[in-house]
């Protein structure tokens, strides 16, 4: 989050960021930022062992430390040596940690790059497996915090860096990874060496590299961006079906909604070994199921909508990913409402209120947020997605269409390449809506449940009103909750429930014929409503 910033007084807010007394999520912050990796990587079809040699460009954020950590798989990966400009360092290689001691501790700001020389069998991050054609690949695979099984980094969303690869492959092979390509030479001796360079910082799970005997098509640009696919060689005409098409459709709405692509490139990459897909950055990665002679429209809109949220502003911990998953979600339903019309988004809305329903059954006491965040395995549910996207939808209706993408806007201009909280997102909303939005996230994202809304109407010809008694019977306080009434298909009144009980008086010249509670699919909200 750093790279943007100079001069002592960033080191200083950084030094505060992991010397406070406790943190979300339990990750150990370390007293450096990460500027830049390194990797070069050697991989075979002899072998699944692979050789590596890493360079870390650290500076450091404290003067005098004198040891700090990465993350690196243990026994699994094997350290050979550890040095700066030669000198070599004395390190311990235990519990998944590479410990670097320092024989002449740093000075505050200073910056080292560290040499790291390891190989041995990745047990995950990096899959070699073969694909459905029988044929062997490499594929990366470092969600949530898979990275460390092959690559040694800070294995976790809060420090970003800019990285690189240099991969040593058999020269039947096509390598993709992150950025742009920098260089591809035949070695002469049956290998080729591929170099892909990410000069944009992003977090470790990010890095990627795909590693097959690719079709390979580049197919013009969008926004200034190039686009391309890599599909294995069979798939190459149902690669161009699936891709194409919603891949330029969501690269010129994102970029118009949200704002610039932050990276040099975008390719959509079929992997083996993986459902749906991953949005690393640059290069996604989709499930092999995903190819066919269909254009995969909602499952690419997703992907790429994260290459906004949860690539190019990341959350600064584990606990806030539905800053990721639930901006994606809901921009899936955006992409849907721009290109296919109002009535397939709120056909998409509806599925996703009705799927919250039923998973806050399935996962009781869940809040989208987590609250200390311990155990990777639980990073994710459904309610993060949906749950987390219907609260973007309630927080646009709130805001309106014009200060909402306003929102959005600066928001992605002020945490571009950086990481964010929940709390600062939240500032920008309130900075454009001018409302008071505390008690608004609170009860979506740190409460679970969803409000339980029984009603009915009955209308008083002598009042010339509709009297209109609501209840809230979920357990727990009251929610508050705007709630819309459609009175014969062509009126909308507003009203705003403040407690578990109200009693509503709408004024009307004639009796109505109906009386629908959120005709606009505004709410989330499970409601039993009619008249008496």
Known sequence: MSRWLKGSWVAAQLLLLFTSASFADTYPRQPIDVIHYKFALTLSDATDEIGGEATVDVRF???????????????????????????????????????????????????????????????????????????????????????????????????????????????????????????????????????????????????????AQFSVRQFGVAKGIPLSTWVYHQDRHQGIATFDLPTRQAMEFFSDYVGPYSYEKLA????????????????????????????????????????????????KDWDEVWLSEGFATYFTL?????????????????????????????????PVIHNNLSDMKKVLNRLIYEKGGWTLHMLRRQMGDEKFQAGIRDYYQRYRDGNNTTAEFRQVMEDHSGLKLARFFDQWLK???????????????????????????????????????????????????????????????????????????????QAKFGPR
């Open 61 to 211: 954020l404290v003067a005098g430390t004198t040891s700090f950590m990465l993350d690196l798989a243990s026994p699994s990966m094997a350290v050979n040596r550890v040095s700066t400009n030669d000198e070599s360092h004395i390190y311990t290689h235990t519990g998944n940690r590479l410990t670097i001691t320092l024989g002449n501790p740093p000075v505050m700001g200073e910056r080292r790059q560290f040499r790291i020389v390891y190989r041995g069998v990745p047990t995950g991050g990096l899959r070699i497996i073969k694909n459905k054609y029988n044929e062997r690949t490499f594929f990366s695979e470092n969600w949530p915090n898979q990275a460390r099984q092959w690559l040694p980094m800070i294995d976790h969303p809060y420090d970003k860096a800019t990285s690189e690869f240099l991969i040593t492959a058999p020269a039947h092979y096509q390598v993709i990874a992150n950025g742009l390509l920098i260089e591809e030479t035949d070695l002469g001796d049956g290998r080729r060496l591929t170099h892909w360079k990410q000069s944009v910082p992003i977090a470790s799970w990010l890095n990627a590299i795909g590693v």
């Open 268 to 315: 959509n990459v079929v992997a083996a070994g993986l459902n749906g897909g991953t949005e690393h950055a640059s290069a996604i990665f989709y499930g092999e199921k995903s190819v066919s002679d269909k254009p995969a429209t909602r499952l690419v809109y997703h992907e790429i909508a994260h290459q906004w949220f949860g690539d190019a502003i990341t959350e």
């Open 334 to 366: 955006l992409g849907v409402e721009h290109y296919e019309g109002r009535d397939a988004f709120l056909a998409g809305i509806q599925r996703s209120r009705a799927g919250i329903i039923e998973l806050e059954v399935k996962l009781p006491n869940t």
């Open 447 to 525: 409460r679970a449940g969803v409000p339980q809304v029984t009603g009915s109407w009955s209308y008083n010809a002598a009042a010339k009103k509709i009297f209109v008694d609501l209840a809230q019977t979920q357990d727990g306080d009251s929610y508050l909750l705007p709630l819309q009434f459609g009175i014969d298909g062509e009126k909308v009144v507003e009203v705003v429930m403040t407690s578990k009980s109200q009693h509503v008086e709408i004024p009307v010249e004639s009796a109505p014929k109906s009386l629908v509670l959120d005709p606009n699919v505004n709410t989330l909200m």
